[in-house]
């Protein structure tokens, strides 16, 4: 999924919003059918669409992303870097509120 959002991206960034938004709101497995579903439903040219996904450019994001979370301690998803502080796992909007107007003070 991560390789189809930035292939996606790279396509067309209008239309990249609407396929995240899709992907994210997908529940179960996202499997390589289900992604390909939901990118022709978005408009998104799939030939293309594997093949940036095949390609150097996504690999070498997805390993720079890969880095960074590592030199910061992230070993999961969803995390929060939110000012300094570095928030593992899903959190309420309640909670990210505060956080957001503890780092805005501060």
Known sequence: AARAALAAHMQDAGAYQAFHDALMSQRGKL????????????????????????????????????????RIGLTGTPAFLIGSELVPGAIGIEEMRKLVAAARES
């Open 31 to 70: 499997d390589r059918d289900t992604i390909l579903a939901i990118a022709a439903s978005k408009g998104l040219n799939l030939v293309r669409l594997e093949e940036d996904m095949a390609g150097a450019r996504v690999t070498a994001e997805l390993q720079h992303v890969a880095q960074l979370a590592d």
